[in-house]
T-cell receptor
Framework: AQTVTQSQPEMSVQEAETVTLSCTYDTSESDYYLFWYKQPPSRQMILVIRQEAYKQQNATENRFSVNFQKAAKSFSLKISDSQLGDAAMYFCAYERTGNQFYFGTGTSLTVIP | GAVVSQHPSWVICKSGTSVKIECRSLDFQATTMFWYRQFPKQSLMLMATSNEGSKATYEQGVEKDKFLINHASLTLSTLTVTSAHPEDSSFYIC?????????????FGPGTRLTVT
């Protein structure tokens, strides 16, 4: 079974600074997708960034970028120039064939003004 | 972007009763919908995959007779919690994708908070 692990239950970052959230996963498949989702207090899930496993290039979306290490099964999220609105729960997710998502346990990010 | 709604957003029911939660895709047709459960400060746990016109596929450990899922149309899937008990209290989230879409184009509903007293 696929498992997704986020080893940092809580993280904090100073506003305008950079923070990295960690995620590891376990799979026997070679082709899959990885995602980072943000869940603010409203509980609405918001897609932050995605990575196709067959692509070696790390995905980037404005201030958000990932470090995808396929061999190590690692998928970390870097948030640059952190803003107060970035404060939320962040979930790493794995998508297997068939579109089922498996989420990690989440990291609660606090942004300190 | 595509919108997925859930109704109700919050429901309280008495132990032993059943409660139905609706998930609707408002501006697209969803051949596949997913139901998740989220306990406080915990992750989303996939409960089942719902395909329009066919029986839902449940994840291991999820009681199909307890959590009835019906995906009768391309815009509506329902989750019925039967004979609810306090341990069923949780936050339930649905998501949807349309034909030809890949998983990253999955859209999430705002969730339904169920409290069983």
């Amino acid at each position: 079974a696929q498992t997704v692990t986020q080893s940092q239950p809580e993280m904090s970052v100073q506003e305008a600074e950079t923070v990295t959230l960690s995620c590891t996963y376990d799979t026997s498949e070679s082709d899959y997708y990885l995602f980072w989702y943000k869940q603010p207090p409203s509980r609405q899930m918001i897609l932050v960034i995605r990575q196709e496993a067959y692509k070696q290039q790390n995905a980037t979306e404005n201030r958000f970028s990932v470090n995808f290490q396929k061999a190590a099964k690692s998928f970390s999220l870097k948030i640059s120039d952190s803003q107060l609105g970035d404060a939320a729960m962040y979930f790493c997710a794995y998508e297997r064939t068939g579109n089922q998502f498996y989420f990690g346990t989440g990291t609660s990010l606090t942004v300190i003004p | 972007g595509a919108v997925v709604s859930q109704h109700p957003s919050w429901v309280i029911c008495k132990s032993g009763t059943s409660v139905k939660i609706e998930c609707r895709s408002l501006d697209f047709q969803a051949t596949t919908m997913f139901w998740y459960r989220q306990f406080p400060k915990q992750s989303l746990m996939l409960m089942a995959t719902s395909n329009e016109g066919s029986k839902a596929t449940y994840e291991q450990g999820v009681e199909k007779d307890k959590f009835l899922i019906n995906h009768a149309s391309l815009t509506l899937s329902t989750l019925t919690v039967t004979s609810a008990h306090p341990e069923d209290s949780s936050f339930y989230i649905c998501s949807a994708i349309s034909p030809g879409q890949l998983a990253y184009e999955q859209y999430f509903g705002p969730g339904t908070r169920l409290t069983v007293t």
